[in-house]
């Protein structure tokens, strides 16, 4: 007896249930990543997605986090599962990175920190657990923003609406039409802000701005959520630690969801963490325990490697020393990359003003290419960026920078 022609019957029966899907898009960054990966054009220059590249056109391994990994290899080990909430050492040294050793919401106890997956797990940990504890709170975004921030918080089922932020005409921020929107919110509204760098206009509020609107938050209760993905990347890794250091000290709730992606090129290596900073210990104390039911629930726990090497490179002095040097050379380089192509570009239109490449801060740069001049610098000179005319100043090299610069130079009329 074989079973054979029973089975062919069940297969073509087989119920089809995901055949009205939609098909997807794609996302306006990876996916653009990838469409890069895959373009045979030798002289490509991609300066899509917000990745640091070398002078080579490579994704450095800092000698900070090498040397870290070859400890942790050295030491073996097995490989438990983290506790939800994540490593200890690294959690505790994200807070003295965020916040400075000895800051008094530290002493206090008042700040709850868990590691995450990467930023992006922090930011959608933090969705999640507001759409449960705080339903009905919206989440207000500036615009425009990280293309994946409405995503996420409208994907955990929170209403996002946005807040003016860049000035086109001008090249800074609505500062006067934020603040007016933002205080006329309800109470407990959450609002998005970029730490330092902004993404992806590179215009950052200034220390005045910022002290100003936590006179704002405070007023209307309002609940700041910072993203702080580019630290190091602006003005150096305690400068940009600006914005939740203020907060904090002015005894404010807020979250923050911070990244070492960038800063320590760790991009798979999945290396985030989330803080909300409470009222006091015994509120720090009950957040910490529903983040952590909230990340059960998501994903168990985070990566012990990403730990590993966080914990290390933060801890241990030698290494800390090392890798402050290595995020300085980074920001460095970007800067140098911005002002080649500012005098590219003012030599080749000496009509018109490129100075924001030299006054916009971190990884991106907003050119104002209209989407058709960005489809052309793809089709006809391989140079990739964003459709919202973001390009990552990082993808540029001595190697490409020229030829990048010109190309630009020659789509705008
Ligand atoms: N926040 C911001 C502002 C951000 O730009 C990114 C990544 C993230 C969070 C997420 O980083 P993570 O690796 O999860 O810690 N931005 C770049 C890559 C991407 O889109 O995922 C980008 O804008 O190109």
Request: glycine content about 10%; hydrophobic content about 45%.
């Amino acid at each position: 007896m074989t079973h054979a022609p029973m089975l062919a019957a069940h297969t073509e029966h087989q119920m089809k249930p995901f055949s009205h899907l939609e098909p997807y898009a794609g996302d306006p960054i990876l996916s653009l990543n990838e469409a890069f990966g895959a373009d045979a054009r030798a002289h490509k220059v991609n300066l899509s997605i917000g990745i640091y590249f070398d002078d080579a056109g490579h994704i450095p391994v800092l000698d900070s986090v090498r040397e870290a990994e070859a400890r942790m290899l050295a030491e073996g080990g097995a490989k438990p599962y983290l506790p939800m909430e994540g490593s200890a050492a690294m959690r505790s040294a994200v807070q003295a990175l965020l916040f400075g050793d000895g800051h008094p919401a530290l002493a206090a106890g008042r700040v709850a920190t868990l590691q995450t997956v990467g930023s992006s797990g922090g930011l959608k940990v933090g969705a999640d657990f507001i759409r449960r504890w705080l339903p009905g709170a919206g989440v207000w975004i500036s615009d425009p923003t990280w293309d994946n921030h409405r995503a996420m918080f409208e994907g955990a089922g929170i209403a996002v609406q946005t807040y003016p932020y860049y000035d086109a005409a001008g090249g800074g921020v609505r500062f006067a039409a934020m603040c007016e929107t933002l205080a006329a919110l309800p109470p407990r509204s959450v609002v998005l802000l970029h730490a330092c760098c902004h993404n992806p206009t590179g215009v950052d509020l200034t220390q005045g701005q910022w002290r100003e609107l936590a006179g704002i938050v405070r007023e209307r209760e309002l609940l700041p959520f910072l993203d702080l993905a580019y630290q190091g990347y602006g003005d150096g890794i305690a400068a940009d630690a600006f914005a939740p250091r203020l907060l904090a000290e002015q005894g404010l709730v807020f979250f923050v969801a911070n990244s070492f992606s960038k800063s320590m090129s760790l991009y798979g290596e999945r290396a985030g963490a989330l803080s909300l900073v409470c009222a006091d210990r015994a509120e720090a104390e009950l957040v910490l325990g529903q983040l952590k039911a909230t990340v059960r629930r998501n994903y168990s726990s985070p990566p012990l490697h990403a730990a590993g090497i966080v914990a290390r490179v933060l801890g241990e002095p030698a290494l800390r020393g090392r890798w402050e040097a290595e995020v300085a050379a980074m920001r460095e380089r970007i800067l140098a990359m911005r002002r080649r192509l500012h005098a590219v570009l003012a030599s080749a239109k000496p009509g018109r003003d490129f100075g924001y490449f030299l006054t916009q801060r971190g990884m991106f740069s907003y050119t104002g290419l209209t989407a058709a001049q960005v489809e052309r610098l793809r089709a006809e000179y391989a140079v990739y960026l964003l459709r919202s005319g973001r390009i990552c100043v990082a993808g540029l090299n001595s190697g490409n920078v020229e030829r990048a610069a010109e190309a630009i130079a020659a789509v705008i009329d």
